[in-house]
C-alpha cells in the first residue's frame, strides 16, 4: 500500500514538474517572440515615420500622384532583380561553404540568406545578419569555423567593394553629388565612421593576434560561459581550438582557392550593383531619366553612410538620407515616392519573408534535437 501511493506520489510530482518546465519554456518562447515583434514594429515606426516626415517637404496629392503614374513594368524589374540577387548571395554561401568540403543543398543556402537579410532588418547597426547566419548553418550541421569563414569572407568582400566602388567614383562624380556643405557633412562623416568599422572588422576576421585577444579575452569567456552554462577553462579550451581551425581554414583557402575568391569578388561587385540599381529602375518606372553613372555614385555613397546606423536595419535613416542626396536631383514628390516603393521591396518584403520562414527554421532545429 506504502508503495503504491509513493508511486503515484511520485507521478504527481514528475507530472507537475514537466508541467512547470513546460511552462517556462513557453514563457521564454514568448518573451523571445515579443522582443523580435517589437524590433519589428520599431524598425517599421522609424521607416514610416521618417517617410512621414519628408512626405510633408511635398504635397500629399503630388506624392499619390506620382505613386500611381509607377510603370507596372518597372517595378515588376525591380522586384526581380532583388529575388535575383539574394539567389546570387546563396550562390556566393555554397561556394566558399563547398571549399571546405561542406555538402549543403542550395535550398539551405537560400534560407540563409533570407533569414540574415532578415535579422539585419530587425536589429541595431543591421548587427545581427552575420551572427544569425552562423548560428543557422550551426544549427545544420556545419562546423562553427567553418560557417565562421564563409560569412566572414562574404561580409568582409561585400564592405570592401562597396567602400572601393564608393571612393573611387566619389573621385569622377563627388562635386557633382555633394550639392550643399550639409550634404558633404553627411557624407564625409558617415565616410569616416563605416571606414573605421571596416577597419574592425578587417582585423577580426583576418588577424590572428587580435582575434584572439578579442575572443579569448576573461571578459567575454565569461559570457560565453553564462550563455553556453559550461566551465570557462572549457569555453576557453573550445573558443582557442575553434580559433585555430578557423585561421587554419582561411589559410587553406588562400593558397589553394584564389580563383574562387576571384569568382566570389565578380559575384560580390554583381550583387552590389543590382542593389544599388534597383532605385534607380523604379525612378526610370517614376519616368525620371537621369545620369546612371551620378545616379550609381550617389545610391552607394548613401548606402556607406547609413551602413552602420544605430536603428533596426538603419530604418529611418535610410529614408532620410535617400531624401537628402536626392533632394537637389529630382522633384521631392518622385524622391519620397521612390523611397516607398524601394523599401517596400528591399525593407518590408523581407521582414514578411523572413517572419514566415523563422517559425519553420527553429521547428527543424527543435526536431533535429529530440531526434
Not at 504635397?59 to 506620382?66: F, K, S, V
Request: positive net charge; hydrophobic residues 50%.
Amino acid at each position: 500500500m506504502f508503495t503504491k501511493s509513493a508511486s503515484i506520489e511520485t507521478i504527481q510530482l514528475d507530472f507537475i514538474t514537466n508541467f512547470e518546465k513546460t511552462k517556462e519554456h513557453d514563457r521564454v518562447i514568448w518573451q523571445k517572440v515579443i522582443a523580435v515583434l517589437t524590433k519589428i514594429l520599431i524598425g517599421i515606426i522609424l521607416s514610416l515615420g521618417m517617410t512621414g516626415l519628408i512626405s510633408f517637404f511635398g504635397a500629399r496629392e503630388t506624392i499619390i500622384a506620382a505613386l500611381k503614374s509607377m510603370n507596372m513594368g518597372f517595378f515588376l524589374l525591380a522586384c526581380c532583380s532583388y529575388i535575383f540577387l539574394v539567389f546570387v548571395d546563396a550562390l556566393r554561401t555554397k561556394l566558399l561553404l563547398s571549399l571546405n568540403g561542406e555538402k549543403v543543398s542550395y535550398r539551405l543556402c537560400l534560407q540563409n540568406t533570407i533569414l540574415g537579410l532578415y535579422t539585419s532588418a530587425i536589429t541595431p547597426f543591421s548587427a545581427g545578419g552575420q551572427p544569425f547566419q552562423i548560428y543557422h548553418l550551426v544549427k545544420n550541421g556545419v562546423l562553427i569555423e567553418r560557417s565562421s569563414m564563409a560569412i566572414g569572407v562574404k561580409f568582409i568582400t561585400s564592405l570592401s567593394v562597396m567602400i572601393s566602388g564608393s571612393f573611387l567614383l566619389l573621385i569622377f562624380a563627388g562635386k557633382r553629388i555633394i550639392s550643399d556643405a550639409g550634404s558633404a557633412f553627411l557624407v564625409y562623416t558617415g565616410l569616416v565612421l563605416t571606414c573605421s568599422a571596416y577597419l574592425f572588422f578587417l582585423l577580426l576576421i583576418f588577424s590572428k593576434t587580435f582575434t584572439y585577444k578579442i575572443f579569448t579575452s576573461k571578459l567575454l569567456t565569461r559570457i560565453l560561459s553564462r550563455i553556453t552554462r559550461r566551465n570557462t577553462e572549457v569555453v576557453f579550451k573550445k573558443t582557442v581550438d575553434s580559433l585555430t581551425n578557423y585561421f587554419d581554414l582561411l589559410k587553406s583557402l588562400w593558397n589553394r582557392s584564389k580563383p574562387v575568391l576571384l569568382l566570389n569578388i565578380i559575384l560580390t561587385a554583381s550583387e552590389i550593383l543590382i542593389s544599388v540599381s534597383i532605385p534607380y529602375v523604379l525612378m526610370v518606372g517614376f519616368g525620371i531619366r537621369s545620369n546612371y553613372f551620378e545616379f550609381l555614385c550617389a545610391i552607394l555613397v548613401m548606402t556607406m553612410v547609413v551602413y552602420f546606423l544605430p536603428t533596426p536595419g538603419s530604418s529611418g535613416g535610410v529614408e532620410g538620407a535617400f531624401y537628402m542626396m536626392f533632394r537637389n536631383m529630382f522633384s521631392k514628390e518622385v524622391v519620397v515616392a521612390t523611397v516607398i516603393t524601394w523599401r517596400l521591396i528591399t525593407y518590408y518584403a523581407i521582414i514578411v519573408a523572413g517572419s514566415l520562414i523563422l517559425p519553420k527554421v527553429f521547428l527543424d532545429i527543435k526536431q533535429t534535437k529530440q531526434s
